[in-house]
């Protein structure tokens, strides 16, 4: 247990500078989009008055007010979620490709730990896991500091309202799909997220048993793995059954854990058995 703790612990380090500067990009990048839009949004609204000859109340009756949702789906505040959320799928690949082809081949001193293949298999998991994690946790917290900074930037003549943190999740897509409203759902999506990268994690382990071979098994596998999970609701769209949601809810969650578990264990055969050092 220590030996893999200390593996995690270690693929976190190997990351940390440029997790932290997403952070800080991301950190940067939305308390500059409510400063910045909400002083373009006045401006606006202050033109539209002068040019218009209206007064406060018909300016709000025709055009409505100011809320946080103008801000959470522009570019400044959605841009940096999406520009972590491309790091991290692209170092679900990095985490190992980096170490046959960095600098030293550190996978051939990774592969002789006295340690078994399978931890080294589950700490890049869990890094990445534990980083997704943890950059949702960053959002939430700074979030009600940027939708205070807002409220006390707006005059309350043009506030439509102030909205509370749990409502700006649900009216900007974004937020809504990083930051889930229930439990339930948070499990769902990131249960998702998880046989995702377990089914990458095995594709790659394909690649590197078998190189080019590897790579068709790679894609094959992955083919396999979504057709089998979305079997029941091809099954509804194309065929003549039907499932009432909690019957495709718990279809979809059993067929996600044995995808997920088999992934894992295919995964870290291959690693164990097949990669070769």
Known sequence: MMRYIKLVNFEINR????Y???LLITLVSQFAGVIFITKSLLNDAREIISNEKLSEAAYIAKYGGIDFTH???TLLFVGPIALSAVALIFYIFLIWYRDWFGKNTFIYRLLMLPTSRFSIFLSKATAIFLMVLGMIAFQIIILPMENALFNSNVPEAFLNMEMSTSTITKFSPILALIIPSTFTQFLISYG??????????????FERSFRIKGIILGLVYCGIAAVLFLAPVFVMEFGDFYFYPNELFGLLLALGIIVTGSSVWLGSWLLKNRVTV
């Open 192 to 205: 998702i997220g998880l046989m995702i990268m377990s089914i990458l994690f095995t594709a790659i382990m």
């Open 20 to 22: 932290i500067s997403l």
């Open 71 to 73: 801000i959470a789906n």
């Open 15 to 18: 990351f940390s500078k440029i």
